[in-house]
């Protein structure tokens, strides 16, 4: 069932999705005083048309210019989310996701007010690092958002932590059985230490023999050079830094470099 519901949010059972990143927003410390919101819009509506043009299945709203992370962020960053979101979306004519930052309450109210089909985020889990410490309670996030009618979200979640370390020392596979028995995620979403770092094929490939009837979305580390091994493997991708300008995680999306993507997945999927 759950294998059948992630082809159905996709169309298809591989997806290759792209991410649409939003420029440092107001309040946070890499913000542009001198970027609007039209600005914005217009960045963000670029990268969306090459998305499109290319052939990605779907597409996920990203604000990772907002380092350093929060995991609770602040009403000005939600309505700044949903503003610039909200426009771009009006334009997609693929499914669309969205994650803010490490903050899944926030995540789930930006989903619900722009119609997103799913989102990637934490639910479950205590971890340390780069950014401080974060306590995922599953029970709050999944009661949120049974009480703002957002049932219909598909949720995408982690298990491993973003630079840091996680205080739950078994086994990532250990925690997913659990959560597969007790979460009502749509999937596992797997990355590397860090943006525009992959996992290992023999970790992805352990995740995957152990469920086999769950979607495990590669979350980070694609590129034209692996994306065959990994896609054998994972059942979707999400893209981001290897697709920018000079493969930086902050420029717009290239093109080129989004075609020669869109052209070595779909080997790897024939």
């Known amino acids: ?6 082809e159905n949010v996709f169309g298809t059972k591989k997806p290759l999705i792209g991410c649409l990143h939003m420029a440092a927003l107001p309040g946070s410390y890499y913000a542009d005083p001198t970027m609007t919101y039209r600005d914005q819009i217009r960045r963000l509506k670029e990268d969306a048309k090459i998305l499109m043009g290319e052939g ?26 949903v503003r610039i979101a909200a426009e771009v979306a009006a ?24 119609d997103a089909k799913f989102v990637r ?22 009661r949120y958002q049974k009480q703002i009618g957002a049932e219909n979200v598909r949720v995408y979640t982690y298990f491993e932590p973003h630079a840091g370390t996680g205080m739950d020392t078994r086994p990532v596979e ?14 596992v979403l797997m990355g590397g230490p860090r943006a525009g770092l992959p996992p290992q ?9 152990r469920f ?7 979350g980070s580390g694609g590129r034209v050079d692996n994306i065959k091994e990994l896609l054998t ?31 070595a997945a779909r080997e790897a999927k024939s």
């Open 1 to 6: 069932m759950m294998m059948e519901q992630h």
């Open 56 to 81: 990605f299945d779907a597409c996920v709203f990203a604000n990772e210019g907002d380092r350093p992370y929060l995991s609770q962020v602040g009403p000005e960053t939600v309505a700044s989310y």
């Open 91 to 114: 334009d997609l004519t693929i499914p669309y996701g969205c994650g803010v930052l490490i903050d899944p309450i926030a995540t789930l109210a930006v989903a619900k007010a722009i």
């Open 121 to 142: 985020t934490y639910v479950t889990g205590t971890y340390n690092g780069l950014f401080g410490w974060q306590t995922f309670n599953p029970g709050e996030i999944f």
């Open 174 to 187: 250990n925690q997913i059985d659990g959560a597969l028995l007790n979460l009502p995620i749509a999937g």
């Open 201 to 209: 094929a023999t970790a992805l490939g352990r995740v995957k023999e």
């Open 212 to 218: 086999p009837q769950t979607p495990l979305i590669l």
């Open 233 to 263: 493997i994972a059942d979707g991708v999400i893209i981001g830094t290897s697709i920018k300008k000079e493969g930086i995680l902050w420029n717009q999306i290239d093109p080129q470099r989004a075609a020669a993507f869109v052209k």
